[in-house]
């Protein structure tokens, strides 16, 4: 067993123990997870580029608690197919409804954006479009093609839907070649249902999995990754399980945050992992034989996402 549960947490609930009343929204919530709101130049100047192409951000629609933050270094998560999601997960606090129709000049928007902002890594993330045939692989492709074209040099991390496991649609994925295919699992296989309702955690492995083989099969090199949020019941041993099954899968890259909840409609926080509970996560991830594990309070899929390139950095994503 793999220490550093509860013994960590500084005098806080243990995993699956209930908070305080008042540290959900609304509440007063632990320093660490306070975050500075964006200013400047950059920040200003990437909101009206954002504006200008009629484009959405994850940043924004999923209220990421890191938006002043990546927004002041000038990056941003760029999320095609709208903002209206078909599925309703416990956790998220996109939209959920009945898309508009796909917006088909929607990748050359972004890919312009991308030049424009100079990055030379971009992340694009999506919401689950299960009303359309190819659950939308077919615009992330061609959104990974333009920016190929608008800005060569810059790497790509696509972080999608499961596409509900169809085959065909994750090779329309991969055979655009982004240099990381992203898939969160979010929580531990025991919450799977309560928290993203029509996913499995089967199938989304699989995804990331079938995504590499196919990677290998045309000779493209390809870093899988995906992500589990804490605090949402899951207990200390089954966090560490769930880490060893997706290493055991041969996923590459390890993202752990913790769950906020974004409303009280969305399912409650059961607790607040401390800094050094996160650290331990981190170090258990990497001896486990994780390439690189991003582990923190405020940690989201896309957080710092350049440093999860091979031989990438923070200051090259920009």
Not at 176 to 186: D, F, G, K, M, S
């Amino acid at each position: 067993m793999y220490p550093g549960g509860p013994e960590l947490d500084r005098g806080l609930p243990g995993p699956g123990e209930p908070i305080p009343e008042n540290a959900g929204p609304g509440g007063r919530r632990p320093e660490w997870l306070k975050v500075r709101l964006g200013a400047g130049e950059t920040y200003a100047g990437l909101r009206r580029l954002l504006r200008d192409g009629a484009l959405h951000t994850v940043c924004e629609e999923a209220r990421c608690p890191n938006q002043g933050e990546c927004w002041t270094l000038g990056t941003a998560t760029f999320m095609v197919l709208g903002s209206v999601c078909t599925r309703n997960c416990g956790f998220c606090a996109i939209e959920t409804g009945r898309p508009p129709e796909t917006d088909l000049d929607e990748p050359r928007r972004v890919a312009e954006a991308a030049r424009r902002m100079g990055l030379r890594h971009a992340v694009i993330t999506m919401v689950a479009r299960d009303d359309l045939p190819d659950g939308g692989a077919g615009v992330v492709a061609e959104t990974v093609r333009q920016i190929r074209l608008a800005s060569a040099g810059t790497s790509i991390e696509v972080l999608i839907s499961d596409l509900n496991g169809r085959e065909a649609d994750i090779r329309t994925v991969v055979e655009a070649q982004p240099e990381i295919l992203n898939h969160n699992v979010e929580t531990v296989p025991r919450l799977q249902r309560p928290v993203r309702r029509r996913a499995r955690w089967d199938r989304s492995v699989g995804v990331l999995t079938t995504g590499r083989r196919m990677a290998a099969d045309i000779g493209h090199q390809m870093t899988t990754k995906t992500g589990l949020m804490v605090g949402l019941g899951e207990t200390w041993d089954e966090v560490i399980e769930a880490m060893g099954l997706l290493r055991e899968a041969q996923i590459d890259v390890l993202t752990i945050g913790q769950y906020l909840r974004p409303s009280r409609s969305h399912l409650p926080l059961v607790k607040y992992y401390a800094p050094a509970e996160f650290m331990a996560l981190r170090r258990i991830g990497l001896d486990m034989g994780f390439g690189h594990v991003q582990s923190g309070p405020l940690v989201r899929s896309s957080y710092h996402a350049a440093e999860q390139v091979p031989g990438g950095d923070l200051a090259a994503a920009v």
